[in-house]
């Protein structure tokens, strides 16, 4: 198979949410493109090695002689891009053409479709379409010859409980079946702005992190640590993998906060999972300040209300009054109203539950212990000062690096 698009595409791909976006479709549609090209890549595979065409909230990509080791890598990496409603292989069928007769046509989508190898779905949904319109027959006419041959079909074939969303093609020079596969849905990442996701490691930042990707936020990451850990070799390394499947561009940075460590272990802290908070957001916004050169961003957290101490709502107003002298910056928490249940649900997903369940030694879990549930905002202002909290931010701000 030649390589360009005056040939049936390999896969099909349709785009959610950026339907919605009337005159700036053009400019989501290119973000999308450069995010799948970034996401290929990124799995290994050669950019020059297929071409992405988008028409009328559809994609099509034409992979080079039809390599069906890198058709297969890149519906692999579709699963992954926000933006993308459904996706499939495009499989061509042979033989079929404008002449074909109804019940042909039928018979050569269902010999498609079903392989007697595996168990057939219960249910067969279709979506006919007819672009050209010298076949004899209509869509709908397609479409209820292949409902009443699939109810047709014996029993002992319609074993698994699933269904299967089946498109159905019928272009001038060649006709296909797309057997559809759910994407993820959401806006392209990079087409609503930058942010910092503060992440611990634990169940719930990855899944806020992945929420942000979904309504296009462009993040990176930033986790604090203590001193004598490797992040290199830690689960926070192996998470990052993970969620660079969903944001292809994220970036991985640490820093430590000994300073507080030690003054808690003294006893000289006021509520220190609130103080300690407080600081990572003031390092992160600082972070953000820098990469993004004062452009608008996001701080991103895995807070749910009322989930545990720190996130009660009289810590959250604590946490959140240090925002007060930001500048082009919010506090996004996506998993706000959410429970436990749904967040584990939400991670094991994605793909992280099995990482953020690890020991792990992170400064959550040292500051966490004797946490209050409520703050006294004065008081707590008082004890910054009394600790010097902003020169132990700036002691972080410093210690930021990059992992790679």
């Keep these: 198979m030649a390589f360009g698009i005056k040939t049936p595409p390999d896969i099909v791909f349709r ?3 950026i339907a919605l976006k009337g005159k700036n479709i053009a400019f989501y549609e290119k973000i999308l493109i450069n995010n799948i090209y970034a996401s290929a890549q990124n799995a290994g595979i050669d950019k020059n090695k297929f071409l992405i065409e988008i028409s009328q909230k559809q994609g099509k990509i034409y992979v080079r002689e039809g390599d069906i080791s890198v058709v297969n890598q890149l519906c692999n990496v579709l699963q992954y891009v926000s933006g993308i409603a459904w996706f499939g292989r495009y499989q061509v069928m042979e033989g ?4 074909s007769s109804l019940e042909s046509v039928a018979e050569s989508v269902l010999k498609t479709i079903i392989d007697d190898k595996i168990e057939t779905p219960a249910k067969i949904v279709f979506d006919v379409r007819r672009y050209d319109k010298r076949y004899g027959f209509t869509s709908f006419d397609l479409q209820k010859t292949l409902i009443k ?10 074993k698994n409980l699933n269904t299967l969303e089946v498109v159905v093609i019928l272009e001038t020079n060649w006709a296909g079946v797309i057997k559809k596969q759910k994407g ?5 990442v990079s087409a609503t702005g930058k942010g910092i996701v503060l992440f611990s490691g634990g169940i719930d930042s990855p899944v806020a992190a992945f929420l942000a990707a979904l309504r296009g936020i462009n993040f ?40 507080l460590g030690a003054l808690v272990q003294k006893g000289k802290v006021y509520n220190p999972i609130v103080v300690y908070r407080r600081m990572i957001l003031k390092v992160a916004y600082q972070l953000g300040k820098k990469l993004f050169k004062y452009k608008p961003f996001a701080l991103i957290t ?19 009054h240090v925002t007060r002298d930001f500048t082009n910056a919010i506090v996004l928490r996506p998993l706000i109203g959410l429970n436990k249940e749904t967040i584990t649900d939400m991670a094991k997903y994605i793909g992280t539950y099995q990482y953020s369940i690890l020991e792990h030694k992170d400064c959550c879990t040292i500051l966490n212990k004797n946490s209050k549930t409520e703050t006294n905002l004065e008081r707590l202002l008082e004890n910054e000062k009394d600790i010097n909290a902003d020169a132990i931010v700036s002691a972080a701000v410093g210690r930021i690096q990059q992992i790679k």
Excluded: M, W
């Excluded at 041959?149 to 319609?158: A, D, F, H, I, S």
């Excluded at 993820?184 to 392209?188: N, S, V």
């Design 220 to 259: 990176d990451l930033l986790h604090f640590h203590p001193p004598d850990v490797d992040i290199k070799t830690s689960k926070i390394y192996e998470l990052y993998k993970v969620i660079k499947k969903f944001n292809p561009y994220v970036r991985l940075f640490t820093s430590t906060v000994p300073e």
């Design 184 to 188: 993820l849905a959401g806006i392209p």
């Design 96 to 99: 079929v053409n404008v002449n």
């Design 302 to 320: 895995g807070d749910s209300l009322g989930q545990v101490a720190s996130q009660t709502l009289s810590n959250l107003i604590a946490t959140n």
């Design 15 to 17: 785009y959610s949410e």
């Design 149 to 158: 041959k699939v109810n047709q079909l014996e029993k002992g074939c319609l």
